[in-house]
């Protein structure tokens, strides 16, 4: 059965794209159709600085302003962006500077398209730097994202300067048109077009923690059958990438925050506690819709007794992630430790290990010694993963395992804790 196409506009600003994405957030705030797992939408506290999109100025919040806001989560780039500073904080406050970067000028359009008169973006409400109001501010981080009405994902951008809702960031393939006729119940000869185009392949990167295009897929989902089939290099050169899901403070951004939008270079997607999809899968027939695995742990999720998802899936995941400054290995994990410990009622969090099951916690190794490097007891402890800048694994992740894992200095045949 062929289902009735979906218009993908080359602007990510247009009114199909805002259309569907007032769609997929009504349903989703309201727990309609498909968004089970989703939670109603409340008034949430507003960040301490947000940017009042209809006065273009930054607006300090007072205690009990609540309201709907939108975050962004979005690359700096090798260059620092418009910033506010102790010096420009006042000026901030009456105006925000005429020329701002595109990415940020992107997720003010959609902000107010959206009917939204909030925005929140780290380097203008936060005070760069000031260390104290950094220290302050990165402390409730994680309530930013988790109070967000909704998150925009600028995948489509490299940095802060180069947007996300035209081109070149924004690239959409032409339709083929075939031409078709037919001869109707009176005889006569009608002829039509039919336009085809390939579905894009968004809706199945998206339950992943990354989808960067250098990396192959079958290698990274060895167990997930759903991605098994695009295996072919032409096909793996038109799948999409964004430089944004491999950066380490993006991880619990993404983690935490209720819902996504993702402006991606193909298409428009769409994450939430429920359910992934995109634009070119909107009006398909495809009845399933993939389930996010970074937003499910915050959803319906029951941990098994050694909680084996926190080093199979968060830590193992978030390790090979880029960081600038690796310092920050723990700082961009808290906010994500934080929401996991309302899973972990009587535990304690120790630098990226937990009290209850450390004897499970303790058993990570580096994946390349030629890609590791030890970061200081300054960072972490040397017993935590964390004090590793390079990819952690979890040889021994079972009860009773039978794996064999020889390393320099001991050799583990079997270990029942």
């Not at 990510?12 to 109603?40: F, V």
């Not at 005070?127 to 950094?134: F, G, I, L």
């Not at 185009?197 to 990354?210: A, F, N």
């Not at 295996?231 to 403070?249: F, K, N």
């Amino acid at each position: 059965m062929i289902g009735k196409g979906y218009d993908i506009s080359p602007y990510g600003i247009s009114e199909t794209c805002i259309n569907l994405a007032r769609q997929w957030l009504y349903e989703c705030t309201n727990c309609l159709g498909k968004h089970a797992k989703c939670q109603l939408i409340k008034p949430a506290q507003l960040p301490t600085r947000v940017i009042d999109v209809e006065e273009m100025r930054l607006y300090a919040t007072i205690p009990g302003d609540a309201g709907q806001y939108v975050a962004l989560s979005h690359c700096w780039g090798g260059s620092h962006p418009v910033r506010t500073t102790i010096d420009n904080l006042e000026s901030h406050m009456v105006r925000l500077p005429e020329s701002l970067p595109q990415t940020f000028a992107d997720a003010i359009a959609v902000t107010k398209a959206l009917s939204l008169r909030y925005l929140w973006i780290d380097s203008l409400c936060i005070v760069q730097d000031s260390k104290e109001d950094w220290s302050s501010e990165s402390a409730h981080m994680a309530k930013v994202y988790e109070n967000a009405f909704v998150t925009i994902s600028a995948d489509g951008a490299k940095d802060s300067f180069e947007g996300f809702l035209s081109a070149p960031s924004r690239s959409i393939r032409p339709a083929k048109v075939i031409q078709y006729s037919y001869v109707d119940g009176a005889g006569s000869e009608t002829s039509r077009n039919v336009f085809v185009r390939q579905r894009g392949k968004l809706g199945l990167m998206l339950p992943y923690h990354d989808f960067p295009k250098e990396l192959s897929i079958p290698a990274r989902n060895q167990r997930r059958q759903d991605v098994q089939h695009i295996t072919r290099r032409t096909e793996m050169e038109e799948a999409p990438s964004s430089r944004l899901s491999t950066r380490g403070w993006v991880f619990q951004e993404r983690f935490l925050s209720p819902r996504t939008l993702h402006f991606a270079t193909s298409e428009l997607g769409w994450e939430c506690r429920s359910i992934c999809t995109c634009e070119c899968s909107t009006t398909s027939f495809r009845p399933v819709r993939k389930t996010s695995l970074l937003k499910y742990w915050l959803s319906d999720f029951r941990p098994d007794t050694n909680h084996t998802y926190w080093r199979t899936e968060l830590v193992r995941e978030y390790s090979r992630l880029d960081l600038t400054v690796p310092s920050d290995r723990l700082v961009a994990f808290s906010g994500l430790a934080e929401a996991v410990s309302r899973l972990r009622p009587g535990d304690a969090y120790l630098a990226g290990l937990w009290k209850n099951t450390l004897r499970w916690d303790l058993l990570w190794c580096v994946q390349d010694k030629r890609e590791s490097k030890r970061l200081g007891n300054l960072v972490a402890p040397s017993w935590s993963w964390a004090s590793v800048d390079g990819p952690v694994v979890y040889p021994l992740s079972r009860r009773g395992s039978k794996l064999k894992w020889v390393s320099q200095r001991f050799t583990i045949e079997q270990i029942d804790l």
